[in-house]
């Protein structure tokens, strides 16, 4: 499953008129930008705590704000490097106190594996975004081309992720399961649960990491027949 630039255009053309209204009201792109941030290190204070429902919901909440900026800069002419390099870097540093958060909550809960999980998540997902950021820094897919690359881009994690914590906090972090922990204990079955999003965060992710590497190098290769066959011309061409 993947999401096209298309199907991204629709979702922001729907938050048009929430973005406006923001704008409205007086708020910048940038604003914006910060807003979401202060929601998202809620939401990780918040898994720190243990409150996994509450804190899935801040989160989520935090991500949904978060295409608001754009959407905003966008629609009123406000789009600017600076405001794109504010989002990608509030957006990469609330995704890391999210997982922090994560590790914090999860090694309070004093399942001692639990904590990798987390761990693996975050750098699997810091690897996709690092990708496109290599691969547009050097020029491959020019403009948004590479968001649309591989199976877990960030609003996919994201759901999977706020999905996983709200279930396992429904579910109960004190319900024991079949499986067993440290000492012979029962893990409860909502760590279970958040432990099982995570694991499929870090697996998605690493393939569409695999995904944009395979993608970056066809287009290199690309690159590099059409500058041989220019030069092979150039070369044969009388004059």
Not at 193 to 218: P, S
Request: charged fraction near 10%.
């Amino acid at each position: 499953m993947t999401i096209s630039n298309d199907t991204r255009s629709s979702v922001k053309k729907v938050g048009e008129p929430i973005a406006l209204f923001f704008g409205r009201l007086g708020l910048t792109p940038n604003g914006l930008t910060l807003i979401g941030f202060g929601i998202t290190t809620l939401g990780a204070v918040l898994l720190g705590l243990q409150l996994w429902v509450v804190g899935g919901l801040v989160v989520f909440a935090g991500g949904v704000f978060d295409m608001f900026d754009g959407t905003l800069a966008r629609a009123t002419g406000q789009v600017s490097k600076l405001g794109a390099f504010m989002d990608s870097v509030f957006d990469r540093w609330g995704e890391a106190l999210v997982y922090v958060g994560l590790v914090a909550g999860l090694a309070a809960s004093g399942w001692a594996n639990a904590p990798i999980f987390a761990a693996a998540a975050m750098a699997s997902a810091f690897l996709v975004s690092y990708a496109r950021a290599k691969s547009e820094g050097l020029g491959f897919s020019a403009g948004t081309g590479m968001a649309a690359v591989g199976v877990m881009p960030r609003e996919i994690r994201l759901v999977i992720l706020c999905g996983g914590l709200v279930l396992g906090g429904l579910v109960g972090t004190g319900i024991s399961s079949a499986g067993e922990g440290a000492g012979g204990a029962a893990i409860p079955t909502g760590i279970l649960v958040i432990e099982g999003a995570l694991a499929i965060i870090a697996i998605g992710a690493t393939i569409t990491v695999i995904q944009r590497v395979l993608h970056t190098r066809a287009q290199a290769r690309t690159a590099a027949t059409g500058s041989t066959a220019a030069t092979t011309e150039g070369e044969t061409r009388p004059s």
